[in-house]
């Protein structure tokens, strides 16, 4: 079992930038599979990256590729998500979650464990 910790968010102006990130516990980080979702009220859990396990992939969807880069530290138990040009649409709680020996999946079902969430919110 693996308890996810993300810290990181705040206010920030658009075209700004932010860096999340995600610690775990446990010993065995380097086995997840880790992807970063957000959640706006009203809407879906959506998936926003994902590193595989073994950290040679990623993963970005249309709406963030180019702005935002995961990356993934494991003698450090942690995950960062690095959110640059920031727009307003970007509001939204941010979850981080791991997926044990798992391929990269864009659907929340696929996470077995899910951190508390940061808030991100991007003034115009």
């Known amino acids: 079992q693996v308890q996810l910790v993300e810290s990181g968010g705040g206010l920030v102006q658009a075209g700004g930038s932010l860096r999340l990130s995600c610690v775990a516990s446990?010993?065995?980080?380097?086995?997840?599979?880790m992807g970063w979702f957000r959640q706006a009220p009203g809407k879906e859990r959506e998936f926003v990256a994902g590193?595989?396990?073994?950290?040679?992939?990623?993963y970005y969807p249309d709406s963030v590729k180019g702005r935002f880069t995961i990356s993934r530290d494991n003698a450090k138990n942690t995950v960062y998500l690095q959110m640059n040009s920031l727009k307003p649409e970007d509001t939204a709680d941010y979850y981080c979650?791991?997926?044990?020996?798992?391929?990269?999946?864009?659907?929340?079902?696929?996470?077995?464990?899910w951190g508390q969430g940061t808030q991100v919110t991007v003034s115009s």
């Open positions: 446990g010993r065995t980080f380097s086995t997840y599979t």
């Open positions: 979650a791991a997926d044990h020996w798992g391929n990269l999946a864009t659907n929340p079902g696929h996470y077995d464990y």
């Open positions: 590193v595989s396990w073994r950290g040679g992939s990623t």
